[in-house]
DNA sequence: CTTCTTGTTACTGA
DNA sequence: ATCAGTAACAAGAA
């Protein structure tokens, strides 16, 4: 599922690639995709331009040329793809986008942006969670404004960090996830950040002492700088821009492997649910 | 057939 | 106010 690494992958691959290009037409195979008016949608989409791509928490945001409302806003939630085929032949060839046929466009393509050179924007969701969605600048910054710390941003400091964890009192896990809280952790890195730090997902964030609350705040540096290194991780159907996997799931140390070892000290990974999410962790490296 | 998967929001109740 | 729990959304894998 997209997060913080997977949606900045998906980022930087649009942003090489779509920019300054005439957007003649949009195909919406699945209105409820597009919220709010779909002609509004459409008349703010067609003949404009995407200037820049941004980032907050999750969420992709789209620059306009044309304002207002000056921004796209495009969230994946579980299962959307962003694909843009930039060789021919990867397709041509059969290249499996993960979990999906490697036709463009394919059952699960909602939304399609046509670009001036013939080039064209997939957006492919197969559960139909996600959404794209215009915004004005006001609402924009009210919903950036919204969201908590942003890892792998100079505002990330230990400072920042200690401040807002010392407010609550609550499991580890679903702190993590809070979006309120840090911006940008799933179900794959908060099990991850936990191993890492040393700290068992439903241990209560008041009883952590300071040297705990430090090393949750390096492991999630490490591993969101890390995951960013290696495009993200494809553990069911993420694919980037081009439609390939991400790099990252070799490298996960708890997550998906219950009733395997311990790569640290060889105890079995236990699995439950803390945070109404599946739950990894080693019973003996965390505490 | 059932259960599990998860990002986010809405809702209820403690 | 704070937070836990659950349902909802939807489709597929096991």
């Given at each position: ?146 969201y908590g710390l942003e890892p792998g941003t100079p505002s990330f400091t230990?400072q920042a960090f ?21 911006a ?104």
């Amino acid at each position: 599922m997209p997060e913080l690494p997977e949606v900045e992958t998906i980022r930087r691959g649009l942003e090489n690639n779509v920019l300054f290009k005439r957007i003649e037409n949009v195909t919406v195979g699945l209105p409820k995709i597009v919220r709010g008016d779909l002609s509004q949608f459409q008349a703010a989409i067609i003949g404009n331009q995407f200037t820049n791509i941004s980032r907050r928490a999750k969420l992709l945001i789209f620059h306009l040329k044309k304002s207002e409302p000056q921004y796209l806003l495009i969230h994946l939630k579980m299962t959307g793809q962003l694909i843009y085929p930039t060789d021919q032949t990867l397709i041509a060839g059969g290249h499996p986008y993960p979990d999906f046929k490697s036709e463009l466009p394919n059952k699960y393509t909602h939304l399609m942006f046509h670009f001036q050179d013939q080039s064209t924007l997939f957006f492919n969701d197969l559960r139909q969670f996600g959404y794209t969605q215009l915004a004005t600048t006001d609402q924009l910054s009210q919903l950036v404004n919204s969201y908590g710390l942003e890892p792998g941003t100079p505002s990330f400091t230990w400072q920042a960090f200690k401040e807002k964890i010392d407010l609550r009192k609550r499991p580890v896990k679903s702190w993590l996830l809070d979006q309120q809280e840090i911006a940008g952790l799933g179900n794959i890195y908060a099990d991850e950040v936990c191993l890492q730090a040393g700290i068992l997902p439903n241990r209560n964030t008041g009883t952590l002492n300071d040297s705990q609350k430090h090393a949750l705040y390096q492991a999630i540096k490490n591993i969101i700088s890390q995951a960013i290194k290696h495009r993200g991780t494809t553990f069911r159907n993420y694919a980037d821009h081009e439609g390939k996997k991400g790099g990252y799931a070799k490298f996960l140390q708890v997550y998906g492997r219950a009733e395997e070892k311990c790569l640290q000290c060889g105890s079995i990974i236990q699995k439950t649910k803390v945070a109404g999410r599946g739950t990894h962790y080693c019973p003996v490296c965390q505490q």
